[in-house]
């Protein structure tokens, strides 16, 4: 995955103190204690809070499930919080562009998708909202994932020992496998999770580049395994949205770095987009280009474990997209997998001479197979790629889970409350 | 993770099937309990299926699991916050020694007679609002009752194991007979008096919730600090659960408050008589009812000056609200609190030994967290554009305990003869009138996303329900 996200821009976490009930469990709940309180109100210190979301289940009112996207510096301070009488408004786009922020990093923030006010309102509008059945919890048998160990006032170090193109070499769409080691330095992460990139420099106003987030392609024992080192997936970005040329500040730094050149880290990020470690668990994986990196993590995690003979029968099942079958990162190593340990489909938009067919498009064809995962408590669920696939994909989901006859509210909100359908799209 | 084992009858994170002489006293406790249930527990809920939260572990994962479940079903349990090996006594005489995983026998009795005297509110408050789910403002509103009805079920569990582990046969008596007093009994009353009031309507239930729930919340958190270790891990948990109460009652009074302000506003009249013709309670009854619960509840706290107390803190046996927090030296010999005493017709502060005032210093911390509990109330008349306040009456207006007990006192502190009192009483203090006239409101509403008119919906549903979710199936 290719998120492109600010580390100065964050989702930071807010108290509603017209809801709020000042009942403390809260400020007991918090394993790192970024809660606190005086007389007036309970309030979240933005910089000790890492999003872990333990103290959301245990909250009575739901008035702590509050977030709002601020520039890292101009993030509320508890001297300010303490005197609110109410939530302060979401910062306008203007506001947040004329603070830094373009709108598609204010979006991709690293934070809970959701707001418990916004599930409520939204719960009564017919519009559908993929969203909204995004867990913001992880599976119940996922290994627990340790967060902003390198804040982005203090980035780490890395070496990289990997870069190669794993896409079929002379297309313009070039994708890059690179593997970062991080020495005897402490990096622990999971499959799911991502790790910020700082590039070197300034921007055209004289302002430190800020990080641009990827998600980790590795397992958690390493790329190489037993070794400190992770691997990334990173396409290399020559044209903006609207396809005129641009080149890409981080993507174009990453694709060209050396073996042996230090990269600035910071991270890891992400709480709930973890796989479960359940042996009987399934996985069905749904992504789009660069959101293969999550997947191949999970993928080689699980091939591993079978390896040592760890493993319970838990399904894989991958639906994977691109525009044409050249541009497929891993194209090659996932055809070689055996079908018995993973049902792989792909789904090529510009192949020429054939139809156009999307992810959505295969997962209505394999319908029997999602039904009767779906109607499995131990299947998990995650969507990784570009933005415009969500709601396709979901809708697939819903239209699969209906024709088989089961109700898609209580499938759709089980599979959230239980950590079971995670959605990261950019 | 502490996991809570639901194959056990009882359901634990104790190890219970380790001891197996307590779970055969446990198990036996069990029958009794339930009889007590359906004796003296929620009236006429034995088919609902209720939307509940049960705590499958005590991490905050697990401690909110939501699920349809018949009350009867509810997996009560035994449920103690992980323990810390190296925590130490943190006040009192036995400060900076080892923290007690049993009791020590100097302090058996004082610790027995407070788990007893918490044990004891638990079934209590059940009893007190068994009536109160025929008479729910709305479907949203009796799955709340019944979830605090479980919880509270579960409280008395904590202590009983408490009882029952630590204290031997008198435990077990202790255990037996916390099923035996009822409230309101002339000849077995609960050991408290707020307890034994009734509860007869609504606003009375949420006026309840926020104010005697909230004393729960600072009992809990002093008990939390506890030197026994086992009772200050049990009441941690259990202030989760309380936090819920608590919140039943604040939204609850706000909600009421706000069907108020609104009829008011439609109305264009703060006149309470027309204000009643159109179903709403009027603001004057609201503060009255409000002048009742806290002054009731302040007594909770026990006299001004207590030997007790000054025994229990000094001895580790329960600690002040946030103790920790505070940053004095957490013995507190040689220094003074103010309480107040009547004198030549005055009410009039006088220093007292602090450990003696202990009670009084809870009160006081407790009387600060309510004051700006109906400060929030208050902001929802502001924002309606109503003048009127909500305040609570003073320290010493009503109270049954303490220097203060039997003093006539107007609600803003000034003190008054009998015959004032007896002509202002019905100002001050809910008439027969008033409940009556709430209680003339009380039907059943139970409708998913439909509420009495007296009372305006919630501002979301419970665990991101919809408000018109179906909380309550009835069988």
């Known amino acids: 995955m290719d998120m492109v996200v600010e580390a100065g821009v964050i989702k930071q976490h807010l108290i509603d103190p017209e809801i709020c009930i000042r009942c403390n469990t809260c400020e007991a709940t918090c394993p790192v204690n970024a809660i606190t309180h005086d007389d007036n109100n309970y309030v979240v210190r933005a910089d000790v809070c890492n999003g872990c ?77 993929s969203a909204q059945y995004g867990a913001s919890v992880p599976p119940w048998s996922a290994a627990h994932a340790y967060t902003n160990l390198f804040p982005p006032k203090t980035p780490t170090t890395a070496t990289v020992v990997g870069n190669f193109n794993c896409t079929e070499a002379g297309f313009d769409s070039e994708t890059h496998h690179v593997v970062l080691d991080f020495g005897v330095v402490p990096f622990p992460v999971l499959e799911g999770q991502s790790i910020g990139i700082v590039p070197p420099g300034v921007d055209a106003i004289g302002k430190r580049h800020h990080a641009r987030q990827y998600s980790v392609a590795s397992p958690r024992n390493g790329e190489r395994p037993g070794y400190n080192n992770v691997s990334l997936t990173v396409k290399r970005v020559t044209e903006d949205h609207e396809g005129d040329p641009v080149r890409g500040v981080c993507s174009n730094y990453v694709c060209d770095l050396k073996v042996g050149d230090t990269v600035q880290v910071v991270g890891p990020f992400g709480s709930s987009f973890l796989m479960p470690n359940h042996p009987k668990s399934h996985i069905v994986m749904i992504c789009t280009g660069t959101g293969s990196a999550p997947m191949r993590a999970m993928t080689e995690w699980r091939r591993r474990l079978r390896k040592s003979g760890k493993f319970e029968g838990g399904k894989l099942m991958l639906f994977f997209g691109a525009r044409t079958q050249q ?96 959605l990261e799209t950019y | ?166 204290f031997g046969r008198d435990g077990r008596e202790e255990a037996d007979a916390l099923l035996q007093r009822t409230s309101g009994d002339a000849n077995n009353p609960r050991i408290l008096g707020a307890f034994n009031e009734k509860t007869p309507d609504w606003l009375a239930f949420f006026m309840f919730t926020y104010f005697t729930d909230r004393d729960g919340k600072f009992q809990l958190a002093a008990l939390a600090e506890s030197a026994f270790d086992p009772l200050a891990r049990t009441t941690k948990f259990m202030l989760t659960e309380e936090a819920h109460h608590m919140f039943v009652g604040e939204s609850g009074v706000s909600r009421v408050i706000a069907r108020t302000a609104q009829v008011m506003n439609e109305l264009k009249t703060d006149d309470a008589q027309k204000i009643r013709a159109a179903g709403c309670i009027d603001l004057g009854t609201i503060q009255r009812y409000l002048n009742f619960h806290y002054s009731v509840t302040i007594d909770l706290f026990g006299a001004d000056q207590s030997s007790n107390a000054a025994i229990f803190y000094s001895s580790g046996l329960k600690g002040r609200y946030e103790e920790g927090k505070r940053d004095d030296d957490h013995v507190l010999k040689g220094q003074t609190y103010k309480v107040l005493e009547v004198k030549e017709g005055q009410l009039v502060e006088k220093d007292v030994p602090m450990l003696n005032a202990l009670n009084e210093v809870l009160r006081d911390d407790f009387i600060k967290d309510s004051v700006s509990g109906v400060g929030r109330w208050n902001k929802v008349l502001e924002k309606a554009g109503i003048p009127t306040r909500l305040s609570v009456p003073h320290k010493a207006f009503n109270r049954q305990i303490g220097a203060l007990a039997g003093i006539k006192m107007s609600p803003e502190g000034r003190v008054v003869s009998e015959v004032e009192w007896a002509a202002k009483r019905d100002e001050w203090l809910p008439s027969s009138e008033d409940f009556a006239f709430v ?36 069988g």
């Open chain 2, 439 to 474: 209680a003339s409101l009380m039907g059943r509403v139970i409708e998913p996303g439909k509420f009495a008119g007296w009372i305006a919906p919630p501002v979301m549903g419970i665990n991101r329900q919809p408000v018109d979710f179906e909380y309550v199936r009835f």
């Open chain 1, 53 to 129: 979301m333990a103290c959301i289940s245990p909250c009575p009112t739901g008035s702590i499930d509050n977030w709002r996207t601020m520039p890292l510096v101009r993030a509320y301070t508890i001297e300010e919080q303490l005197t609110w009488e109410e939530l302060p408004a979401e910062l306008s786009p203007e506001e947040l562009e004329a603070a830094g922020v373009s709108g598609a990093s204010a979006e991709a923030a690293e934070a809970p998708a959701q707001t418990q006010a916004q599930a409520a309102a939204e719960a009564t509008e017919p519009v559908f909202n």
């Open chain 1, 327 to 422: 541009e497929l990162p891993y194209f090659g190593p996932l055809q070689s997998l055996p079908k018995d340990f993973i049902d792989i489909n792909f789904a090529f938009s510009r192949t020429a001479g054939q139809p156009k067919r999307y992810v959505q498009d295969l997962m209505r064809e394999r319908a029997a197979d999602l039904a009767a995962l779906l109607k499995d408590g131990a299947s998990h669920f995650y969507v990784c790629g570009l933005k415009s696939m969500e709601e396709g994909v979901v809708l697939a989901l819903r239209d699969v889970a209906k024709e088989a006859g089961l109700d898609w509210d209580t499938v759709g909100a089980g599979l959230k409350r239980e950590g079971r359908l995670h």
């Open chain 2, 1 to 166: 993770m502490s996991t809570i084992n639901y194959s056990e009858k009882i359901p634990n994170n104790v190890n219970l099937g380790e001891d197996r002489t307590l779970q055969r006293a446990l198990e036996g406790w069990q029958p009794n309990f339930i009889n007590w249930w359906d004796d003296v527990g929620p009236e006429g809920s034995t088919n609902h299926d209720v939307y509940l939260r049960t705590a499958v572990s005590v991490d905050p994962q697990g401690w909110a699991q939501f699920g349809h479940v018949k009350m009867r079903d509810y997996r009560w349990g035994i449920f103690l916050n992980p323990g810390d090996a190296n925590r130490e006594v943190h006040f009192g005489d036995h400060k900076g020694e080892k923290v007690w995983q049993d009791v020590p026998g100097e302090h058996r009795a004082n610790l027995r007679r407070i788990i007893v005297t918490q044990g004891d509110t638990e079934p209590a408050s059940v009893e007190q609002q068994r009536h109160l789910g025929l008479t729910a403002p709305s479907m949203y509103d009796l799955r709340n009752l019944f979830q605090i009805n479980v919880e509270e079920g579960r409280h008395l569990w904590a202590m009983v194991y408490l009882l029952q582990k630590h």
